[in-house]
Each structure stands twice: as C-alpha cells, then as structure tokens.
C-alpha cells in the first residue's frame, strides 16, 4: 500500500512552480483541463490513439501534453510512474480512471500524489461500503433484501463494479428475478459471479438528483475550519429508461417485451426546490463528517445520488467520492456557483483553485493522497 508519507515526501521534492495537473483523458478530463488551466497550471492527459483527436480539438480545454498509452492500466508501470513524477504530476482521479485502473491498484501500486484522499476511492468502488456511509451519514436509503424470496415490492437488482448501470433490471418478484437473471447470464450480461453477488435494492420512485459538492479543508467554513461547497446539480441520462414512455404509444412495456436500462449514456442539467437546497446541503455535510471516522474524510469533490419521492423525501443510493460526470454540464460555473464565486468556477477548476490556494498556505499534504 502507498502511504500518506509516502507521498508527501514526493510532493516536498516538486518544484511547486512547476506542478503539472494530470488525468486520464476520458470522464471529465476536458473539464479537469480547462479548469487547471484557468488557474494557471501546466496539463498533461494519458489517452489511446483513438482518443487524441478529441482532445487535441478544444485549445481552451485540450492538455498541454499527450502521453499515448494502448491500455490504461500502464499507468501502474513503474517507467510511467516516473515519467509522471520527472514532471511533477498532481493526478485528478475521476470515474474512468478508478474503473480502468481499478481501486486497488491505485491505492496498492500508484505512488504519483493523488489530489483528494485516495482511501475514499477503495469506499466508493463497493457498494457495502457506500451503504455503510449512507447509513452512518443518518440518510435515509432505499431497503435491501437479502434474497429474491423476501422481495415484496418493486426492486432494482444491481451489479457490482461501476459499470454505468450495465445488466440492472427491475422487478417485483421471486419468480420474475429468477427469469430476468436467467436472461441476463444467458445473454452474457453479467457473469455468474456477478449474479450470485447481486444486490436487490428497492425501487424509489421520484425524480433523481446528483448534487456536486466540494470539501475544503482550506476554506473556513460557518462551523470553522473545512467548508462544504455545494457547486451544482445534474440529473443523469440512462438509456433506455429515460425516454421509455416513447415507445408505450404501441403498448405497454410487458406486452412489447421491453426491459428498461440504466446505462449512463450523459447528463442534464436540473435544479431543485429551493426549500429542498437546505437538506441537500445537510446531507453533503453529513456524509463529509462521517467519511473522517470511516477513512480519515473525504477531500475536494463528492457526489450524493439520490431521489426525491412525492413526499419531498431524499433517498441516497450511492455516493461517489471523486468528481463526478455530471460537473461536466457547468465548464463555467452554475447556478450555484455563481453565488459564491465572482469568477466562472467549474468543479475542475475548483481543483486547480484548491491546489493553488494549498501551495500558497503551504498546506499541499491536506490536499494531496
Ligand atoms: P447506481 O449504479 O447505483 O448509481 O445506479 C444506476 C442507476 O440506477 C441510477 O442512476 C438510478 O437511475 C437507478 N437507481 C439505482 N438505485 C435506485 C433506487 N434504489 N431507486 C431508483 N432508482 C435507482
């Protein structure tokens, strides 16, 4: 494992004059550019070939530098690492790259400084834990059944890994799971291991609400040291769930033999009730506090994902603990932001800002893992 002391001690040698952000050009990558390098700082992206195109197309958001990689998990060779420490490299981890690197080897084999806390990636890759969080964050979230013959209501079974939603399927009963897993093994969605570790999760029927929020424990805050940001909102876009009803005009959806699907495929923007914005902002508090007993707490950006049901009820069903797709939606800040910066502040450039400020007080190692 790579330790806290460890890394501090390769931040102490960077010439902080030179800090290059880096990150794995997928996710949020033009985001996490653009953003550093409104504030200055020197970027480098690692992508495929198939992927320099696009980031060589935007010059406000394309990467000083490309590192061509053919497979991600190069990242973890020990010439790479050093071709990334030569250059003082701050990595800005985000979805793509704990899911093709894989949070274990991060925390295990990747001894290039990590901006956040990388402890809470290991957390936001099992759902056990995420549940764990939820429940110690006094949030309320949807029930879970241990087996298909408890379920007696509206489901959603669920796959481990951070899969976009591949293989989730709905369904409200004993007879019915075991059908529609069946189809899915059959069909090679999901492996046996996969269904075997399944986990059977209540429907909550509302709309969703993935709230970008960002700790600083830089900022003074209104409880004191360590401000909890609340940047901007996004709704996901999940294919083909999200326009289903299109199809409802020739029947319903047992009769056509149409499953719904969750496969992330992008983002919309969305605001919230006023009067909710006070709960959401607790919630992100909430889970902040106690992530600091669970792993040592969360640093920089961190979504909750959850749903409001009808009776103006939030439910979390999953946290993720780095930034999020979503943010991607405001290059130059939101709703949100807008009152609490002067200047256009995108969650990427919220890092850089960060970084800049921790370089300034000296205080890189609370920001850095
Ligand atoms: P997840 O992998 O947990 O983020 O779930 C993927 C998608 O499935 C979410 O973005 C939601 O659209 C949907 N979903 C997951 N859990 C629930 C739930 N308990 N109730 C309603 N929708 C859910």
Redo the contacts with the bound molecule.
Sequence with gaps: MISREEINKVVSKYDKKKLTIATICSHSALQIFHGAKMEGFRTLGICTPDRRELYESYPLASPDSLLEVENYKEVLEPEFQEKLLKQNVIMVPHGSFVEYVGASNIHEKFSVPMFGNRESLGWESS?KKVREWIKKSSVKV?REFRHPSEIETV??V?FSG????RG?FLTSSEKDYEKKMKMKLDEGVITKTESENA?I??????V?Y?PHYFYSPLMKGRDGNGRIEMLSIDR?M?SN?EEIYRVMAAGTLQELNINPS?V?TGNAPITIRESLLPEVLNIGKRVRESSVSLFGGIVGPYCV?M?CTPELEL?A??I?ARIVAGTNLYPLGSFLSAYMFKEPMSTGRRIGREINIGIKEKKLDLLIY
Excluded: L
């Design positions: 759902r949807p489901c959603i669920k951070a899969k976009g939603g989730f986990t999760q209540e429907f909550i029927n509302g969703r993935y996901r999940e769930v969750y992330v994902e749903v439910y069903f999953e993720s």
